[in-house]
């Protein structure tokens, strides 16, 4: 409308300025909102920070919306521009570039700035604060640069999650704290004491009552000097004690500050029409640094702004928030909420696990929990503190609640701390939303989007509330909500024979492509691999047969059958790392040499000089069989354990499978091949084999199950091969062994493959697929296509005029 | 656009690229993807703007790629991002006989 001014002004682009324009939008869609972003990148998710000190992932993966976000929801976002005056009479703002900007009424979303002490030493290289993407990849520049040893000032959450995060590039880490005790703020004595030795197991030391003094110099750190006289050496420091909320805007235009911004219940400063929202808000005394009282803040601070539009009165409050935290390090469960004491506590601990559960009642009311080696239940007993439940007798209620899962809790329980998401709104996505798999139900509530430790609650409560377990591989096409069973029985009922004969008469895989690989394994399965191939509905390793790489090269692993290999096979291998001047040659942990970096024009002539099969490392296939020396050599042997490996191997060899399938046999139980955290794994043990499947030794570790133990080598083949078939046939694309035995029951896979009848026509139709196999390899000689392994390049392209009538 | 800069390069025959999929060449010094999707022919610029990742390599559909190395998927028509992240740049392809044309577009585009 002209000559009236209706814009809100959120000032800082954290988790708390993008909150707001979130719950803003809800409220009213027309109301007109600049977003002014003082860092060089849209809103994004701070918390996640820790994880990519680990990994090292793109910081451009952390953005909380997408560009379109903005757009669509009709944001104007401003990135990298400060304000940096504002003249709160005339209701103008400056900005740093002297551009400036008319509102009608304000939000500070300031933030705050790391805490860095005024210390000899604090301003040379080498020492950093940990709070934005730029810091986070100098640590870890830094610690994978091969110093010898990092200190970390502070033992808090955030220094242990830095600390962690310096460990994991393989750098020696010290934790220097202050006090007695780490995270003194959140956790009593019991749990603390039990915290660093969890830490020394994962490589970070900490030192105690260190107060440190100086940085030594000169040029860049070197070490830390501490009030007592000694000294630690480090050549990378991250300083981790506090922070300051940012308050300088607001204290420049007169609004009351004391360590924050004072904020009133409905989060309005002491300026009309100026409110303040997240770690630069000080609400009734507190300042929070944590997130999830930030989705709370936010959501009071649009209510108010829209009542005031309306000509209303505030009608939302914020009365507070119970902070609660988990520590973001893998390898320590630790959830803790409210206060770390009261005039009743039930303790269980143990020492011997680490573990301590602790429960703190005051006045007979819940008031805080701590949870360290073992949270289950932590999801109740965070809620449980949160409403100040009442409670009798805490040690039957700490025992209730490890035996309750996410799905027993109320609606109003928060699920998702990072964005404020309850249980209540996970169940409506599924039962008003339409949504049936978790995945959905993340996308879009975005429970589960920030540090992640919530997913495996999402995962259960949205399997009770879609009814059943079989969640997140539920369809196989969720564009078109289509189940692998419901595409299997239409392939086989219409004869057809190819991923576009599927997408044909059903319209799976052309929307968004993601599910053609599972539809080409699909298809060939069911048709016992007398399908029609068609390579564009593979992902590139199964176009090209490698394995590709970060830099768009290709990894080559020959089949080495149990492992074994010979004098002339490892001379051809030599010859073409030469040739091919390959960059890396390397022993895999698969019992198998790797050929790395190699150019995808250079594959059919490096397959063709080095004459082996293909080990299939890059499909979704039948992989290695790792094997001891067993009885051939070993004096414990008690069966021959490369004999059965390379006979597995090759009676399985070129089978795909819905994920990879990793084998192992071991000659005794001391299981030198590892068979028993396999796929599918045997082990000879005195009178005959055990036969096992479903192990892992990857992301997760899972003891695989007994199948049965069998007297000879030729039974155990025949199970483990039966077993290899019920997996092809049932499991969904990409679920390994792991998940898929627990899915079905172990009992359900042995009634079937035990069953002789049963397991007679598995292993008849594995016969079948197996004699429809051929080494892909061969396409050397072969290729499916002039350019199956290259670009245009060759072509001389010519420059040439526009088109006919090419006025583009 | 209507200008004369906007040239097209014979890029490549019609026969180059097997149905469903793409390929790399360097066009003017820019390394184009090229795709033969089910819903036509589309050019992108070849590398991801996450790592670098080969476009090219991609699995296609009739509308969109997945880069191989990490699933961030694009727009064939705009270039545009369907996941998260940046968007890359789109070309004009047009197919005359068994030739395909592309006309590259302005050097830089980027999202927001
Ligand atoms: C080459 C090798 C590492 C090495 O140098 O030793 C390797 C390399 C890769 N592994 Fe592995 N794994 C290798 C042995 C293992 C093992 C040990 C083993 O096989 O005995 C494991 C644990 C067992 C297991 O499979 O679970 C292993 C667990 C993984 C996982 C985690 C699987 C899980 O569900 O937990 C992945 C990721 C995935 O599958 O999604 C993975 C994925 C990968 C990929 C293919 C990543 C990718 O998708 O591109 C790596 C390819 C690197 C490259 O540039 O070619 N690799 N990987 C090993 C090849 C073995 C071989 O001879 O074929
Ligand atoms: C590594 C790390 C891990 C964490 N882990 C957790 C966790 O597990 N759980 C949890 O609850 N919390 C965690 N936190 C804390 C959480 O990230 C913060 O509480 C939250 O991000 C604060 O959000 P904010 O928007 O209030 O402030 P900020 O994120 O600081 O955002 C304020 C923004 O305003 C901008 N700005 C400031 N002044 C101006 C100006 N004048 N003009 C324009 N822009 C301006 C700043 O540049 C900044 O981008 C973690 C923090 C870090 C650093
Ligand atoms: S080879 Fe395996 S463990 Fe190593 S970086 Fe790749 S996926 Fe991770
Ligand atoms: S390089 Fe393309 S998604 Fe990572």
Known sequence: MVGMNRRIVVVGGGIAGQAVCEALRE???????TLVCGEHSAPYDRVRLSEILVSGEDSQTLRLRPA?????NDVELLVGHTVTWVDVERRVLGLD????????????ATGSQPLMPPIPGIDLAGVHPFRDPADCEAIRAAAASGIERAAVIGGGLLGLEAARGIAAQGCAVTVVHLLDRLMERQLDAGASSLLAPALAGLDIDVEFERNTQQIIGPQRAHGLRFTDGSELPADLVVVSIGIRPEAELARSIGIVCDRGIIVDDAMRTSLPGVLAVGECAQHRGIVYGLVAPIYDQARVAAQTLVSEAAGAGADALYLGSVPSAKLKVAGIDLVCAGESGGDLEAVVTDAATGIYRKLSVRDGRVIGTVLLGDTRGSEALVAAVRSGEPVEDPLQALADASLSGPADLPDTAQICDCNGVCKGDLVAAVSDGGCATPREVMAVTRAGTGCGSCRPAVKEIVAAATGGLNDEPAYLCPCRKQTREGLAEQIRADGLQSVSDVAAACATGRECGACKPALAYLVSEVCANQHREERDARFINDRV??????????SVVPRMYGGVTTPDELRRIADVADKYEVPMVKVTGGQRLDLLGVKKQDLPGIWRDLGMPSGHAY????RTVKTCVGTDFCRFGLGDSVGLGIEMEKAWEGLHTPHKVKSGVSGCPRNCAEATVKDIGCVAVEGGWQVRAGGAAGGNVREADILATVETRGEALRLATTFLQFYRENADYKERTYDFIPRIGLEQVREVILDEERGGALRERLRIAKAATQDPWLERDD???????????ELEPALVGPPAGGEL | MSTAAALAHDACSVEDIPLGEGRAVTLDGRRIAIFRAGGGWYALDAACPHRGGPLADGIVCDRAVICPLHDRRF????????TTGNAVAAHAVEVRGARVFVTLAAAERGAA
Do not use: M
């Open chain 1, 783 to 793: 290729p499916y296509h002039a350019r199956q392994f290259h670009d245009l390049d």
């Open chain 1, 97 to 108: 570039d002297s551009d400036e900007l008319r509102f009608e009424r304000l939000v500070i």
């Open chain 1, 68 to 72: 379109e976000w903005y757009a669509d």
């Open chain 2, 75 to 82: 727009d064939l028509q705009s270039g545009s991002a369907l």
């Open chain 1, 545 to 554: 047969h490698a394995n590709i790489q970060h830099d768009g090269t290709f």
């Open chain 1, 619 to 622: 499909a979704k296939a039948v």
């Open chain 1, 27 to 33: 409220r009213d869609r027309d109301i007109p909102i």
